[in-house]
């Protein structure tokens, strides 16, 4: 362990609740109290019927990679050490697809449509990020190298 620090995200008002959610090991999404349609990235309008109406509505954790990436390269010290690391677009259950990374597999052996849940990892007082796992069969192994 170290005292170094990931670069965060910095919380806006839009985006106070997500993170009060998530340092309750609670993902929450705003979802339309109109049409349903769950909005991500958070807005002020919905997309789909531009009603203001929204709440804080729980996310089921589950869902399937939509993307990935491996970086072999640092683009923020803080990365050097960790290298390579991937950065993964899943797509919720719910519809929102979300950038973040696949924990607790190999960078090799995350997949395309690999089902992943939810879990949260306490960064600082303030911020707690919301990683994803493989699920199901042989989606309990743990890697502890991360
Ligand atoms: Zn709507």
């Known amino acids: 362990m170290t005292n170094e620090q990931p670069p965060l995200p910095s919380i806006t008002p839009l985006y106070e609740p997500y993170y009060r959610y998530t340092r309750q090991h609670e993902l929450r999404m705003q979802r339309c109290r109109d049409c349903g349609h769950v909005r991500y990235p958070f807005a002020a309008l919905c997309p789909v019927c531009h009603s203001e109406g929204a709440e ?9 990679v939509a993307s990935f990436a491996i970086c072999h390269q640092a683009f923020h010290p803080w990365f050097q050490s960790r290298l390579p690391y991937n950065v993964a677009l899943v797509d919720l259950e719910e519809g ?16 395309i449509g690999m089902s992943v849940e939810a879990e949260f990892e306490d960064v600082t007082d303030e911020i707690t990020l919301v990683k994803f796992r493989p699920r199901g069969p042989g989606g309990k192994q743990d890697n502890p190298a991360h």
């Open 56 to 64: 804080w509505s729980r996310m089921s954790g589950r869902g399937a």
């Open 96 to 111: 929102p697809r979300v950038p973040t990374n696949i924990v607790g597999v190999r960078n090799e052996d995350i997949r």
